[in-house]
């Protein structure tokens, strides 16, 4: 079965710097990776998803990923976060259903 | 479209008593899924429906954890009886066409079982 693995639980940041989440996955078959964000009291909402085709991906809010498949990574951008930014980010790896990473709180500071 | 509704919004039951979670997905939408979240394992997936029919409960974790989907638009899952191990935030999130597809979650169950 697919799992996913991301690398950092937490990853504090002061506002206007990049940002780099890490996800690696893992599967026997081809698979679509998303990335979920989760605000505070919240469901997760999509970020961007990968199913075929050009292997960066752009998603909401400036974020984007990109699929690379001989390091079976899927890290996810942004070239300058801001306060709002703040929240849990999951990775995500759908075949034969969706399975989650742990979760990276990502933390902004001023 | 109201979204995916998820009742009650927080639950707090005694150890041993039955709680059932209620969620309504968005119209339309023939997969529905339940998942838990806590900090010690994160997002898991409990069980998931497509068009009404249960296709992977292996992470429904005992006996005591149940589900159904008698119609597209209502999904139940109970638990009974409920452990103190049982607290946690549950989701549940629906999409088109399964996993391929976007998930819409609700907001979530805060379960608490003293």
């Known amino acids: 079965a697919q799992s996913v693995t991301q690398l950092d639980s937490q990853v504090p940041v002061f506002e206007e710097a990049p940002v780099e989440l890490r996800c690696n996955y893992s599967?026997?078959?081809?698979?679509?990776l998303f990335w979920y964000v989760q605000y505070p009291n919240q469901g997760l909402q999509l970020l961007l998803k990968?199913?075929?085709?050009?292997?960066l991906v752009k998603g909401i809010n400036g974020f984007e990923a990109e699929f690379n498949k001989s390091q079976t990574s899927f890290h996810l951008r942004k070239p300058s976060v801001h306060i709002s930014d703040t929240a849990e980010y999951f990775c995500?790896?759908?075949?034969?259903?969706?399975?989650f990473g742990a979760g990276t709180r990502l933390t902004v500071k001023p | 479209d109201a979204g995916v509704i998820q009742s009650p919004r927080h639950e707090v039951t005694e150890m041993g008593q039955e709680v059932t979670l209620r969620c309504k997905p968005i119209?339309?939408?023939?997969?529905l899924f339940w998942y838990r979240q806590t900090m010690m394992r994160g997002l898991e997936l409990l069980i998931y429906?497509?068009?009404?029919?249960?296709?992977?409960d292996s992470g429904m974790p005992e006996d005591r954890f149940s589900a159904k989907m008698p119609n597209a638009s209502f999904s139940t899952l109970k638990i009974q009886p409920s452990e103190p191990r049982d607290s946690a935030v549950y989701f549940c999130?629906?999409?088109?066409?399964?996993?391929?597809?976007?998930?819409?979650f609700g907001s979530g169950t805060q379960l608490s079982v003293l």
């Open positions: 999130a629906s999409s088109l066409t399964g996993t391929a597809e976007k998930l819409f």
């Open positions: 599967s026997s078959v081809s698979v679509y």
């Open positions: 990968y199913l075929s085709g050009s292997t």
């Open positions: 995500a790896v759908s075949e034969d259903d969706m399975r």
């Open positions: 119209s339309g939408h023939n997969s």
């Open positions: 429906f497509n068009n009404n029919v249960p296709i992977d």
